[in-house]
């Protein structure tokens, strides 16, 4: 399997904010954002392997930025790493209001997905190549996230955690 460059899974995905999309502020309800990002994320791990996938965890979601209604927001979506059937996708949210032109950012977060096989079991998908700084640095930030989704998850015990000791554990 060939190996993919991260810029070849960018997804840009872009709505505008309506009525029904907000809470009493006027602001973007939370979890509509985050069913847009996981549509933008599924689009860009798709990319990435060129099968189905399923979400198998969302990280922390900070909002920094309330997006206000009739204001747009922009969802770009990149493979960071791949794994062995997973990926984990890297989003960045901003909000754009139209009318006074300029934009702001709302929100950052991880997403990671599973490619699934014709029988809906895990399949490998390609290694991940970064070339930018920006991408480079997030690839290699990847494997310590991992690590902590996986213990949160209750799937490795923090002793096997290498990458995570390493940063806390000096020999």
Known sequence: MEPKKAAASLTIMTEIVLPNDTNVFGNLMGGRLMYWMDIAAALSAQKHC???VVTASVDNISFESPVKLGNAVHIEAKVSRAFNSSMEVHLKVWGEDLTQQYKYKSNE?????????????PRPVPQLIPESDGEKKLFDGALRRRQLRLILGGKLKPDDATELKAL???D
């Open 168 to 170: 806390f554990v000096k």
């Open 50 to 52: 060129n099968a189905p």
């Open 109 to 121: 977060a991880y997403y990671t997905f599973v490619a699934l096989d014709p029988n809906r079991k």
